[in-house]
């Protein structure tokens, strides 16, 4: 056994080597606490020494600490885990042909075992390979156009997505299915709708909360929920498809422009804000709540204003961020304020500096169901005498990814101004509810 590569070291390996087993094998293991069964699996490197770790036969893995194992059996010499591709279905002439175009994240990653980390890893077509069931539904296009934590994707790689789904269009697929890393899901989403409007076809993203070596990922689920929506949907446009509630039964399809990942790790994460998702897929049936208008023909452009700024106003904040910006030459700022949309007077400076020197600035709301509202109080009121922009219920991720393609897109502040107010891509509802979905 190499524990270099297993991750196995100190008394663990030395445990292991006196019963002669190695990862791969089938074991019994008679501890003080009962009988287990399972395959020995690789350890993180830098964990402890005290425990084994075996993959249980209902898929998850359990550590047993040595030092109550009273004996382990051998049952079967296995091989090493490693990934193999399955062979790829035959062109099937009878099914639609869709893109998948991987980007890396959750859903397209690994566990490491020398380190314990999520890493990206797989390519599309490896999607593809491990997620056979999607060759019930289409003809697949497989693509890896970048591998990047979403944390890392920049307006430049929204601009890439878009000429990249673009050309799919072109070639006639049916649906384009991108995967992508869920942390920043929500402001690629937002950035395809206003880049790509128009579309003929659905644009889908989709991503993971658990890694696909977890008997509890959502990864297949969501992939396979993408591909019936994409196959057998009738809505044009950017959506995300991501679990709704607790059970496998049933997905959620966002509106790209209005969702938002509200939990750090739950499988239902992802929630439309001040408005109901467009439709859920429930196992194989797509039930539609309602529809949007779409303009008929595909307008691209993929350009966005890099210097663009979205900042969250709490107390005590220091009125030199929003000069840091204007020093920096930013042309846009998108300010997330409290409440129905205000922020400090002790900022007023500062932004009227902003305003004067060309920064298009914008008020959202840092609360997530509402909308602005800066006609309440005098502090609002002030802000608007200012000139600073309300956005109404616009989600603060979505108009700073909105500035930043109006800003990339105009060619006066007049005009940006016009354009951040006018709906382009169902970014906002005329009116919000009272009522707001929560399921925590």
């Known amino acids: 056994m190499n ?15 006196r019963y002669g087993v190695e990862v791969g094998d089938l ?12 395959t020995l699996i690789p350890r993180y490197a830098y964990a402890d020494d005290e425990h084994i770790v075996i993959k249980l036969k209902n898929g998850y893995n359990l550590g047993v600490r040595i030092d109550k194992i009273k004996n382990i059996i051998r049952r079967a010499k296995g091989e090493k885990p490693r990934f193999t591709k399955a062979p790829l279905p035959k062109f099937d002439p009878n099914l639609p042909l869709i893109s998948i175009i991987s980007t890396g994240g959750t859903i397209a990653s690994r566990i490491d075992y020398r380190t314990g ?10 999607l593809y ?61 937002a950035a395809l709708s206003f880049a790509l409007r ?24 969501n992939l396979i929920g993408a591909t019936i929506l994409g196959t057998r949907g009738n809505l044009k446009g950017v959506f995300v498809v991501m679990h709704d509630g607790l059970s496998d039964d049933r997905l959620a399809v966002h509106i790209g422009t209005k969702v938002r990942k509200n939990h750090t790790s739950r499988r239902d994460a992802f929630e439309s804000v001040n408005i109901a998702p467009i439709a859920y897929i429930e196992k194989e049936n797509i039930v539609q709540n309602y529809s949007v208008d779409e303009k008929e023909g595909l307008i691209i452009r993929p350009d966005f204003e890099e210097k663009v700024a979205l900042i969250k106003f709490y107390p005590n904040m220091n009125p030199k961020i929003i000069d840091f910006f204007i020093d920096e030459g930013y042309r846009g700022i998108v300010l997330e304020g409290t409440g129905l949309g ?29 909308r602005v509202r ?3 109080y005098d502090t609002g009121r002030d802000l608007l005498s200012l000139g600073i922009l309300p956005l109404e219920d616009m989600l603060p991720e979505t108009a700073y990814v909105k500035l930043s393609w109006v800003l990339a897109n105009s060619n006066s502040i007049e ?26």
């Open 3 to 17: 524990k270099a590569e297993e991750g196995y070291r100190g008394k663990a390996l030395e445990f292991l080597k």
């Open 27 to 38: 074991i019994s293991i008679c501890s003080i606490d009962g009988e287990l069964e399972g």
């Open 117 to 126: 980390a999520v890493y990206p890893a797989l390519s599309a077509e490896d």
């Open 129 to 189: 390979s491990v997620v056979p069931e999607i060759g019930n539904y289409a003809n697949v296009d497989a693509e890896i156009l970048m591998s990047l934590y979403s944390e890392n994707i920049t307006p430049k790689d929204w601009g890439l997505m878009a000429k990249k789904i673009h050309e799919k269009i072109q070639k006639g697929v049916k649906a384009v299915i991108i995967t992508h890393g869920t942390d920043t899901l929500g402001y690629t989403a």
């Open 198 to 221: 128009g579309l003929p076809i659905p644009v889908i993203l989709v991503g993971a909360q658990r890694s696909s070596d977890r008997p509890s990922s959502d990864a297949a689920t």
């Open 342 to 370: 205000h922020v400090s007077s002790r900022c007023y400076e500062s932004l009227k500096r902003a305003i004067k020197e060309g920064l298009l600035v914008c008020m959202t709301s840092q609360c997530i169901w509402g």
């Open 374 to 376: 800066m006609t309440v």
């Open 415 to 440: 005009e940006a101004k016009e354009l951040m107010l006018k709906n382009l891509a169902h970014e906002y509802t005329l009116t919000s509810s009272l009522e707001k979905r929560s399921k925590y």
